[in-house]
């Protein structure tokens, strides 16, 4: 199992735009798919964006397509979410996951899960 570390949330206004980070250790990390989900109170997580071990191939939400973009540096074993025109309904803990298949990830599960980092957009 991968381990994976989460940075980047915090507060900001809607419209605006924020960073996440994942620093994963402890697998080859260049063999796996990555992926970003989200969990809004009182709701399921959901899926929000994956990419292939390549970089060469991104998939996403509808709900988050032309606002996000996620991208990975192999040479750093980090994974990030680029997060532009944040909307209030974006607000969720933000949970970076690893998994053989962008596949698995896209039907809402994931072998490895980080701890997740609060992501709050204020109207």
């Known amino acids: 199992q991968m381990q994976l570390v989460e940075s980047g949330g915090g507060l900001v206004q809607a419209g605006g735009s924020l960073r996440l980070s994942c620093a994963a250790s402890?697998?080859?990390?260049?063999?796996?798919?990555m992926g970003w989900f989200r969990q809004a109170p009182g709701q399921e997580r959901e899926f929000v964006a994956t990419?292939?071990?390549?970089?060469?191939?991104?998939y996403y939400a509808d709900s988050v397509k032309g606002r996000f973009t996620i991208s990975r540096d192999n040479a750093k074993n980090t994974v990030y979410l680029q997060m532009n025109s944040l909307k209030p309904e974006d607000t969720a803990v933000y949970y970076c996951?690893?998994?053989?298949?962008?596949?698995?990830?896209?039907?809402?599960?994931?072998?490895?899960w980080g701890r997740g980092t609060q992501v709050t957009v204020s109207s």
């Open positions: 402890g697998r080859t990390f260049s063999s796996y798919a």
């Open positions: 996951a690893a998994d053989v298949s962008t596949a698995t990830m896209r039907l809402g599960r994931s072998s490895s």
């Open positions: 990419i292939v071990w390549s970089g060469s191939t991104t």
